[in-house]
């Protein structure tokens, strides 16, 4: 019988929040295991080393959700509402850091990694098609995140794009 | 350089001075038990 809610009662209900359900009975071999524990702690020294509000909370290699093997949770420590072109080059740096170390340990990478790349390369072509990040494609907006219902974008970009061939292998060059 | 891996040398070029730490780490998360 409990009869008081802990921290760490908050915790692992925020866990289960962001990450999904344990799946302790999801068995990695010992190499998968090894290839998650260095991913998920490459992205803690990245973060503690670059500047910035961001702390390192917890890092786990016990699977969660549908196909998360393991979870590094980050705090903010304060809520920030705007980034500078040096703090989102930080924050794909931090988010490369799991990559990072599958190739400095391995020297090879996993399957694992395409999540966070995909973040960053979500983030780049932020940077430079809509904050005018780039300095040979100019303070032009490219691409505005105009959304349809439910958040679906409104189009695919390849049939709503406002730019031309050569822009679009300017973009593609400066990723 | 590439503005992806430009982050990216950067992420290796940390983790290569802290290597120690990583190793550290990833060894007492591997040790867990669960």
Redesign the interface.
Known sequence: MIDSVVLEDFTQAIERLVAGLQK?NRLLNPYE??VV??H???Y???RL??PGIVTVHK????PRGIGALGYTIQRPSEDRYLMTQAEL?DK??????G???E???FEELSTGAADSLAK??NI?RS??TRCGE?EELRQVAYESDREGYLGQPLSHPFFDRSYSEQTAWQID??? | MKIIAQAFERAVAILELHRDLLDETASRLMAIRF
Not at chain 1, 59 to 62: A, G, P, R, T
Request: glycine share 6%.
């Open positions: 302790k295991r090894r524990a260095f998920e702690t490459g803690a020294p990245v080393a670059l890092i786990s290699i016990i080059l794909m740096a931090a988010l490369l850091g990559r990072a170390a190739v400095i340990v960053v390369t780049a940077m430079i780039n060059e400066a990723l």
